[in-house]
């Protein structure tokens, strides 16, 4: 078969970039554990209170470890359940000290919502039955807004919070 | 005579349809691959960055 000097060319530029490109997908996915964030973890969705850490008590920020973090939500139309406070108002602002570890782990009651603080990696979807989590450290203090981007329902351009990164 | 230069014409025409003129279809294609990489290196850096 006869091909053109530039066919081959760009022939092997395009098949060498389909082979980069897999083996980069094969090293995170095989070598660096990269997974989808509702990867495997499932919940009933009628009854997320009886997971532990979907417990009214256990919602909202938790400090595990030194430097480390959880933040346990529950997200539903059109609001993302953080807990209370010592008065019993629902938190709206979770504060956590610059450089720390936190997961996040999210869950939802209904449909599908999105899980985004703006201007971070931080960002998963959040599918009913499933527990999505992901790991992270914020290297730069400053005000993050966590809003849904997966458009669930009239309210959905209400649904947000603010999680606020301090130097300790 | 007539019809024999007649067949020897008939064959050699395709012959030079062979080579086309590809050179902007390169620069095209090249680009746009270009484009894409250049494209996903810089969202990976972002991505690194944060």
């Known amino acids: 078969m006869h091909l053109h000097k530039y066919e081959k060319i760009w022939l092997i530029f395009g098949i060498g970039s389909l082979i980069l490109f897999l083996v980069v997908l094969g090293v995170g996915a095989f070598y660096k554990g990269t997974h989808p964030p509702s990867h495997l973890a499932t919940i009933d969705p009628q009854n997320v209170q009886a997971h532990e850490s979907f417990m009214d008590e256990n919602l909202g920020l938790r400090q595990v470890g030194e430097d480390q973090y959880l933040v346990s939500v529950i997200a539903s139309a059109f609001n993302y359940n953080l807990g209370t406070d010592e008065d019993g108002k629902a938190i709206r602002t979770v504060r956590i000290p610059v450089d720390s570890t936190v997961v996040f782990q999210v869950t939802t009651t209904d449909v599908i919502h999105g899980f985004q603080l703006a201007g971070t990696n931080v960002n998963m979807m959040v599918e009913p039955g499933y527990i999505s989590s992901l790991e992270t450290t914020f290297k730069k ?9 997966e458009y669930c329902g009239t309210g959905h351009h209400i649904m947000a919070a603010t999680v606020e990164v301090y130097q300790p | 005579m007539s019809k024999s230069s007649l067949q020897m014409k008939k064959k050699q025409a395709p012959k030079e349809e062979e080579q086309p003129e590809l050179k ?27």
């Open chain 1, 141 to 149: 203090p400053g005000t993050y807004t966590l809003l849904c981007n």
């Open chain 2, 24 to 50: 902007g279809t390169f620069i095209a294609v090249m680009g746009l691959g270009l484009f894409i990489l250049i494209s996903w290196f810089i969202v990976y850096f972002i991505f690194v960055a944060r």
